[in-house]
């Protein structure tokens, strides 16, 4: 790694550079990263996809008979979503391979603040949480779904998507922070996965029963799922944008403090 | 461990039936217990199906509403998503199995197998029998949470008794099918890389949702598709009275597929062997 470009940039051009400098050249080699290996990066852009047709496919009765037109319309915010999540964790990965392999150290005795050992992954998360998402978009215009939102329906799809995908990416670093191992990457997921499916993912609050009705009411998922899927099924409104919004500035605040606290515990 | 050489009795001759039985049930014991001895690797085969089936009854319990899916399919939607779980666990299970097999080629355990006086049949059958007798385990598990769930089973004991049976057919089948992979391969890599292939055959039958409210092509792939007829059958035991569809679905399909994918991993294993 000593003679890679990027890395003696960073060692010879620190003293001098300013934090977004540096930030970009992270996200940089995070981005070459998934051009080297794709092959860790096309499962996070095929399963949103397979399930998105899969949900729609067998589940599609389930939410069309409650009086949603078209089964997409549904699943398209949700496997977004899903997609956006689990391409940033993506980003946690080579954390934990440049920790194996001491690049990050290296980083670490570089002249930079702190924060910007965070927010370079999060950045990196932004941009590899967009394909996914543009991805799932796609498939769903092809199907037929339906945006009577208007453009504001892929903005707050847009905002629902990085939101979370912002989330998951602090959350696992602050946890592969603290365990340096993969196993923080694949706790991280299973978190997404139980969070993402204990709310309103298959059908509406009103269509629950019992245990997961009371657990999807104070799921924080639930209001981000209605702010990304409102646009789908009607017009974009404060009221049904409001909590969702609420939810990800909170969510993002906790996980980046996580993500913070962690750095600081790593250097310890 | 060495099993050929810590039981003297096992090398007096190993090319008969009972040294095959023998050394089958050697290797069984050790393929349950290593399984047993990893919860980290045999847990998430017991919590997904149950968090999936968990999920589906309280997402969709409205379709009990409807008087076909009553009269026809279950009589709750916790009925009908006992048998996806139990497929699901199967397959989990199998996948992990055959993973075990390819980790014993990577470590070099297996050709140390080759080298003992054993039976080289044993090696495959022990490792199919031991992924059987953890799938009976974990099909009675399951059946037993989803009675205290409130579920019911139709046909009693019997039905009971077909499910687990059909469990431990179906991961012979699958474990069969992945074993001859995992030989032909030597790699747990190639063999955890099939899983998405069986995800996206589990997903595209009417393991999690009935084929009758399904339409367009999706409908025709999940008619096609054999897990479709194999769960079936599996929930003909717990919503229906008994009767022979149910065993020719759920019993004889998977032992047809059983039949060939044995041939097929002993294949793998006798190219490997003629290999070496």
Known sequence: MSSSPISSSIETGLHAAQPMDVIKVLVQRSMMRVRRMPSAFIPSLIMPVFQLIAFSGAFGFAVTSLGIKNALDWYVPLNAIQGASFGAVGVSFGLINDMQTGFFDRILLAPTRRWVMVAAPLAAAIVRCIVPVAFVIIVGFLGGMNTPGGLLTLVCLAISAIGIGLVSCAFALGLTFRLQNLGAATLTQFGIFFTIFLSTSQVPISAMTGWLRSVARINPMTNVLRLARQGFLGDVTWEGSWGGLLAIAVLVLLSCWYAMTGIKKFDQ | ?276
């Not at chain 2, 990577?106 to 031991?130: C, H, K, N, Y």
């Not at chain 2, 004889?252 to 003629?274: C, D, E, G, Q, Y």
């Open chain 2, 1 to 276: 461990m060495n099993i050929a050489f810590t039981d003297p009795h096992l090398m007096k001759s190993p090319r008969s039936l009972r040294s095959l039985f023998q050394h089958s049930f050697v290797l069984t014991k050790r393929s349950v217990l290593g399984r047993l001895r990893q919860p980290a690797i045999i847990a998430p085969s017991f919590i997904f199906p149950l968090f999936f089936a968990a999920l589906g009854s309280a997402s969709f319990h409205k379709l009990a509403e409807d008087p076909y899916f009553t009269k026809n399919i279950a009589a709750s939607f916790l009925n009908y998503a006992i048998a996806g779980a139990v497929l699901q666990g199967v397959l989990f299970a199998s996948t992990s199995a055959a993973a075990d097999l390819a980790i014993d080629i990577e470590q070099g355990f297996f050709e140390r197998l080759l080298a003992s006086p054993i039976s080289r049949t044993s090696i495959v059958l022990g490792r199919l029998a031991g992924s059987m007798v953890v799938a009976m385990f974990q099909v009675t598990i399951f059946l037993m949470i989803f009675i205290a769930a409130g579920a019911r089973i139709k046909s009693g004991p019997f039905g009971f008794l077909g499910l687990v049976i059909g469990g431990a057919l179906l991961s012979l089948a699958m474990s069969a099918i992945m074993a001859g992979l995992a030989i032909k391969s030597g790699s747990s890599e190639v063999v955890q890389s099939t899983f998405p292939l069986l995800f996206v055959l589990m997903f595209l039958s009417s393991a999690f949702f009935p084929r009758h409210y399904m339409s367009g092509w999706y409908r025709t792939v999940a008619d096609w598709n054999p897990i479709s007829h194999i769960v079936e059958g599996f929930q003909g035991f717990i919503n229906q009275e008994l009767d022979f569809s149910q065993f020719a679905k759920a019993w004889l399909l998977p032992l047809a597929v059983a039949i060939v994918s044995i041939f097929f991993a002993l294949r793998s294993l006798s190219k490997r062997l003629a290999a070496s």
